[in-house]
């Protein structure tokens, strides 16, 4: 029998893909935003809208950290509000684990699950998650999604 990639797996996989449009070359981050098992919005990390990215003209550092970019799981929230898209109860899956910035924002907008890859430098996530009953769970998936080897449900190219 065949192996179908949990939702878990699969909401990650896209975060994974989501990531590589990041431009801040220290860290790209993909975050996707997800109630009932559908997509409500996608963020990476990158420049604020309209200015120009770490990747062409290079890194606002302060303590050690880029700050000229808005984090993806942050633009992820601001491209649902922007949408008129309401995702509370939502869950996140994102590359990394939130910032402690990041998180309080998570946190304020409903969300009910962090899904993350990667844990990224900010232990009070847990504590805090644990106190406001949101579920903090880790998933690491494969360099390649473990795909099914048969042919059905694969985008074919069409001819006219």
């Excluded at 997509?39 to 309209?50: D, F, V």
């Excluded at 949408?83 to 684990?97: E, L």
Aim: neutral net charge; contains cysteine; charged residues 25%.
């Amino acid at each position: 029998m065949d192996r179908r990639a949990s939702w878990d797996e699969y909401f990650m996989n896209i975060a994974r893909v989501v990531a590589t449009r990041a431009t801040c070359d220290r860290k790209h981050v993909g975050a996707v935003v997800v109630r009932d098992r559908t997509i409500l919005s996608t963020g990476y990390n990158g420049s604020i809208r309209g200015l120009p990215h770490c990747s062409e003209v290079g890194h606002m550092m302060e303590d050690g950290h880029c700050v000229a970019t808005v984090h993806a799981e942050a633009n992820a929230i601001i491209q649902a509000a922007k949408n008129g898209a309401s995702i509370d109860g939502f869950t996140i899956y994102t590359t990394a684990s939130p910032c402690w910035p990041c998180f309080k924002l998570i946190a304020n907008s409903g969300c009910r699950r962090i899904v993350f890859g990667e844990f990224y430098r900010d232990h009070r996530i847990f504590e805090y998650a644990q106190k406001l009953g949101i579920e903090l769970c880790e998933l690491q998936v494969p360099e390649k999604p473990d795909l099914q080897p048969e042919d059905t449900g694969r985008a074919r190219p069409v001819s006219g």
